[in-house]
T-cell receptor
Framework: AQTVTQSQPEMSVQEAETVTLSCTYDTSENNYYLFWYKQPPSRQMILVIRQEAYKQQNATENRFSVNFQKAAKSFSLKISDSQLGDTAMYFCAFSEGAGSYQLTFGKGTKLSVIP | ETGVTQTPRHLVMGMTNKKSLKCEQH?????MYWYKQSAKKPLELMFVYNFKEQTENNSVPSRFSPECPNSSHLFLHLHTLQPEDSALYLCASSPGGGSGEETQYFGPGTRLLVL
């Protein structure tokens, strides 16, 4: 069974600074998908960024980028120029390839952006 | 944030009550999901429906009964729940097809308290 581990229950960062959230996973699959979801306080969970395991290039979405290390089974999220609206729970998630509906989540990291 | 809606947003029920949670998606998706989110635990996938057919049931107790009358609506019928069932219940949808790479779109959740 796949597992996803987020080792940082809580983190804080000063506004405009950069922060990196860690995620490791365990799988025997070769092709799979990784996601970072964001859940702001009392608001809906939304996708931040996703990565396909067969792509070597790290995904980026504006201020959000990932460091995907397939051999190490590591998938960290970097947030640059942190903004107050980035305050949220961040969940790392894993999905197998074709035919799978199972999205396995980590326990989440609570990020606070400090003015 | 109105693509997936859930009602009610808050629910308090006794252990002998019967209640239902409703989810509706306006995104034209074909797959819908129920998740349970408890404090300090990863999101737990409960049920998956793809084109109205149940494709996943992750060993969920029978006191939770899903219903998917069409691709836009999903219900979770609750009866004789236990206090440990208190949690945030999230609904999600995705395009469907089980490719594993699909982004899931989440509703705001129903906060359930079982007394």
């Amino acid at each position: 069974a796949q597992t996803v581990t987020q080792s940082q229950p809580e983190m804080s960062v000063q506004e405009a600074e950069t922060v990196t959230l860690s995620c490791t996973y365990d799988t025997s699959e070769n092709n799979y998908y990784l996601f970072w979801y964001k859940q702001p306080p009392s608001r809906q969970m939304i996708l931040v960024i996703r990565q396909e395991a067969y792509k070597q290039q790290n995904a980026t979405e504006n201020r959000f980028s990932v460091n995907f290390q397939k051999a190490a089974k590591s998938f960290s999220l970097k947030i640059s120029d942190s903004q107050l609206g980035d305050t949220a729970m961040y969940f790392c998630a894993f999905s197998e390839g074709a035919g799978s509906y199972q999205l396995t989540f980590g326990k989440g990291t609570k990020l606070s952006v400090i003015p | 944030e109105t693509g997936v809606t859930q009602t009610p947003r808050h629910l308090v029920m006794g252990m002998t009550n019967k209640k239902s949670l409703k989810c509706e998606q306006h995104l034209g998706h074909n797959a819908m999901y129920w998740y349970k989110q408890s404090a300090k635990k990863p999101l737990e996938l409960m049920f998956v429906y793809n084109f109205k057919e149940q494709t996943e049931n992750n060993s969920v107790p029978s006191r939770f009964s899903p219903e998917c009358p069409n691709s836009s609506h999903l219900f979770l019928h609750l009866h004789t729940l236990q206090p440990e069932d208190s949690a945030l219940y999230l609904c999600a949808s995705s395009p469907g097809g089980g490719s594993g790479e699909e982004t899931q779109y989440f509703g705001p959740g129903t906060r359930l308290l079982v007394l």
